[in-house]
């Protein structure tokens, strides 16, 4: 769900590299198994979480804190390998659901944290330990933020503009700026291997999908200025993207340059659901459904995503858009495979829909290569 969002967000602000559990499909590899026979986009995988090593020191990162037993298979596999784990932390936790025991049980040395602890009181939530006086006091977090981009991506301090003025610093920024930004960015997809999956799917463990290696979260902020500089965000309401691997980080990004509010869709594997839509997801080989909540009727969303390359996924979350009211206005991608067509999957789908790449490379061969805007023709 948001955990990547908020891995990112936490990464960012005391510049540590971080990686995400993903799931696969059957017969694909990685690094550390955390979970078999996992029900994922098409059926039953497998979890790994990558370029984690021996002797590292990790914090655990999740959303909430519920039974603690994902948790706790996470932390039991990286203590397994030989990484230290020092801490467990979380957003939320159920106060009822005695998570926390499980942890501070299972890992006595790994100390446990919460921003929040809520418990359901009749039908709704109830949150039981809110600081005195209510909700901090507002101020603006990104500041320091601002105040960088406003020096081209050098690192400052002090008062920055308002959050909605981001965009407007990014149009400004010099164009060897966002070109040294471009080529970082380029070097990250292309010359990666490249293998076939179970079902002919040319695949590469790419950092910002696979974090391969570890993500460095500057990438990540040099890519959402490269978004925010192509596409128009101006025109859109909200920002829709998925949960899953790099969406969330990148998502997260924009949205703080840009002030706007996003919601992560969130996959389930074939009838889980009643409702969504259900797609052919191509590296998975097979069908599985997404769901997206928060589109409200009129409002208009810009779509982003960490890579464009069969268009299933993009496809899907923009026809949930549709359903739920929403006015699609474009979708940007931090990369795009153009040699599996999906501009054109979503071009036959959504002939208004305005596309927009950051990075384009093609996958055959043993090696991704760069390719060019005009290769999507």
């Given at each position: 769900r948001a955990a990547g969002a908020v891995a990112h967000a936490v990464a960012l602000r005391l510049n540590k590299p971080y990686s995400l559990s993903n799931w696969y499909p059957q017969g694909c590899e990685g690094d550390l198994l955390l979970q078999t026979e996992a029900v994922g986009f098409s059926g039953k995988g497998n979890v790994f979480l990558n370029s984690v090593q021996a002797g590292m020191r990790v914090v655990f990162l999740d959303d909430v804190l519920r039974s603690g037993a994902s948790a706790a298979t996470t932390v039991s596999k990286l203590l397994e390998m030989g990484a230290i784990v020092t801490a467990c932390v979380f957003v939320g936790e159920s106060a009822s659901a005695k998570g926390r025991e499980v942890l501070e049980g299972e890992f006595p040395g790994t100390k446990v944290f919460s921003l929040l602890k809520f418990a359901v009181d009749g039908e709704r939530t109830a949150v039981l330990n809110m600081p005195e006086g209510g909700a901090a006091a507002e101020v603006d977090p990104y500041a320091a933020l601002t105040a960088a981009l406003a020096e081209g991506g050098k690192?400052?301090?002090?008062s920055g503009a308002p959050v909605k003025t981001l965009r407007r610093t990014i149009a400004k920024l010099p164009q060897s700026v966002l070109?040294?930004?471009?080529?970082?960015?380029?070097?990250?997809?292309?010359?990666?291997?490249?293998v076939l999956t179970a079902s002919g799917y040319p695949y590469s463990n790419f950092c910002l999908t696979d974090f391969v290696p570890l993500m460095e979260p500057t990438l990540v902020e040099d890519l959402a200025d490269l978004c925010v500089a192509i596409a128009p965000f101006g025109e859109a309401d909200i920002i829709v993207s998925e949960s899953d691997r790099g969406g969330g980080p990148?998502?997260?990004?924009c949205a703080v340059r840009t002030g706007q509010p996003y919601c992560l869709a969130s996959w389930y594997s074939a009838g889980t659901v009643s409702e969504g839509f259900r797609t052919f997801v191509g590296y998975s080989g097979g069908e599985g459904s997404i769901f997206v909540n928060g589109v409200q009727p009129g409002q208009k969303v810009i779509v982003v995503d960490d890579m464009l390359s069969s268009g299933g996924t993009c496809e899907a979350l923009c026809q949930c858009v549709v359903r739920r009211g929403g006015v699609l206005v474009a979708a940007v991608f931090a990369s795009e495979k153009v040699n599996l067509k999906g501009r054109q999957r979503l071009a036959k789908s959504f002939p208004s829909l305005q596309i927009f790449s950051v990075c384009?490379?093609?996958?055959?061969?043993?090696?991704?290569?760069?390719?060019?805007?005009?290769?999507t023709k």
């Open positions: 690192p400052a301090s002090g070109d040294r930004k471009q080529r970082r960015v380029t070097r990250a997809f292309v010359g990666v291997p490249v990148l998502t997260h990004a384009y490379f093609k996958s055959e061969g043993k090696y991704t290569v760069e390719a060019t805007p005009d290769s």
